[in-house]
Structures are given as structure tokens and as C-alpha cells.
């Protein structure tokens, strides 16, 4: 698969915050009612500090994509990247220490999924460029962002039963939505990537959640990720 080139990621704090107020207007949110065939999930983990064999004294960070049948769920191809992480943490700016090694595990894929499901945020960001809008812009293909918790914004709880939402809102502005993907366990933050609008990212994460909270191309991926996190030991 292709990616576009769209900046230097060997840049500085300063510059990143300037690149994404720069990318953030090129979001686009569109309609996207196109009956998916493949879907893909991406999680992203890190190795700690000290290993042994390739990882030892090295901290890495390992990127996996997991492709699969959007009707059966069915794998139909992993591919997986590792790097050292060369960016610090900075909330706000993790899409510079992640998207990296998530776009040189996508340059492994034979199969272009229809839509994208990212573990992290999408516009609910405080520049509106999370890792699944920055993904989307140098993939050029439909991405969601669907995190565990919350990074900006206001919200009241959706009620107790799956499918229920709540609009997550930065001051007036609503940056994604707070959707119960099963009864009476913790909701998930849904927001757009790239090429969608957030009715259409709500209702394909919900159709994604069988029987896990999580939808199931993340939670694979996330699978993955920490089995091959632990071969790093």
C-alpha cells in the first residue's frame, strides 16, 4: 500500500504543533455510506527499555494492522512494523511518536481495506488532528478514531444499553461521541479520522461489536500487538 509524504516526522516540538494546526484543515468529513468488504484495525505498543536479542537497551514501539472480512470477521492479512521511538510523550502530540511505525507497517499490505478503525483519537483533539486523521491523511483512505478513554471535551454518560450515545463537546463544537458498544460496561470515544462523517463512524464501530467492547479489528490488532511486544523480553 502507498502513502502519501506529507512532512518530515524528524521534527521538533514547536513545528509539530505547527504541522497539525497546518494538516487540520485538510480533514475531511464526508459521507461514507459505501457497503465496506474490508475493514482494518491499528494498535500501536511499546517495548520496555531493556530485552534482550534485537531489543535489548532499545525502547521500540511495534505498529500492527490487522485486515479482516467486514461480514464474517474473518483475518484476511496482518501486517506488523517495529521502530525505536524517537519523539518524547506529549499528550496532544502522540500521532509523532505512533503514525511512523503504523505507516511503515501499512506499506506491507497487499489488501487496501475500505475503512481504517484507529486505537486513538480522531478530530476529538485539541488541534483536531489526532492519530487516526493523521493516518487518514497520509493513507488516503476512510479512518475512525476509537479510543478507551478520553482526551478532551465534555460529555454526559450515554444510558446503560448498547448502542446508546452521548455527544462528546469541546464548548459548543461536538468533537465525536461517547457510544456504549455493550450493556452496562464502559463506553468507548468515537471521533472522525478521514473520509467519514461521525454517524457513519458511530455505526460502523457498533457493527463491529459483537461481543467485546471494543470493536473487533482494534481488539484483534491490539492481540497481536502484545504477543509480539512479549517476544521482546
Known amino acids: 500500500m502507498k502513502t502519501k509524504k506529507l512532512h518530515n516526522w524528524n521534527i521538533s516540538i514547536k513545528k509539530a504543533v505547527e504541522v497539525q494546526k497546518s494538516l487540520a484543515g485538510l480533514v475531511c468529513q464526508c459521507k461514507f455510506d459505501k457497503k465496506i468488504k474490508t475493514i482494518a484495525g491499528i494498535d500501536c505498543g511499546f517495548t520496555p527499555s531493556t530485552g534482550s536479542g534485537h531489543?535489548?537497551?532499545?525502547?521500540?514501539?511495534?505498529?500492527?494492522?490487522?485486515?479482516?472480512?467486514?461480514?464474517?470477521?474473518?483475518i484476511l492479512e496482518t501486517v506488523y512494523s517495529m521502530q525505536p521511538v524517537t519523539f518524547p510523550y506529549i499528550p496532544g502530540l502522540l500521532s509523532f511518536r505512533e503514525a511512523p511505525v503504523c505507516l511503515a507497517a501499512a506499506e506491507k499490505l497487499k489488501t487496501i481495506p475500505d475503512c481504517i478503525i484507529v486505537d486513538g483519537q480522531g478530530i476529538a483533539h485539541p488541534r483536531r488532528l489526532g492519530l487516526a486523521c493523521h493516518l487518514g491523511l497520509f493513507l488516503?483512505?476512510?479512518?475512525?478514531?476509537?479510543?478507551?478513554?478520553?482526551?478532551?471535551?465534555?460529555?454526559?454518560?450515554?444510558?446503560?444499553?448498547?448502542?446508546?450515545?452521548s455527544p462528546l463537546k469541546d464548548r459548543n463544537e461536538i468533537i465525536g461521541s461517547v457510544v456504549r458498544t455493550r450493556n452496562n460496561v464502559k463506553p468507548v470515544f468515537v471521533s472522525v479520522g478521514f473520509k467519514c462523517r461521525l454517524c457513519d463512524a458511530e455505526r460502523i464501530v457498533l457493527d463491529c461489536?459483537?461481543?467485546?467492547?471494543?470493536p473487533e479489528p482494534s481488539r484483534l490488532a491490539h492481540q497481536i500487538v502484545t504477543k509480539l511486544k512479549d517476544k521482546c523480553f
Not at 511495534?62 to 474473518?74: G, H, P
Not at 454518560?157 to 448498547?162: E, Q
Open 209 to 214: 461489536c459483537d461481543k467485546y467492547r471494543l
Open 140 to 165: 488516503d483512505i476512510p479512518t475512525i478514531g476509537c479510543a478507551k478513554s478520553r482526551l478532551i471535551g465534555d460529555f454526559v454518560n450515554p444510558a446503560a444499553a448498547k448502542g446508546s450515545t
Open 55 to 74: 531489543c535489548k537497551d532499545k525502547k521500540n514501539i511495534v505498529a500492527c494492522i490487522v485486515v479482516l472480512s467486514a461480514e464474517t470477521f474473518e
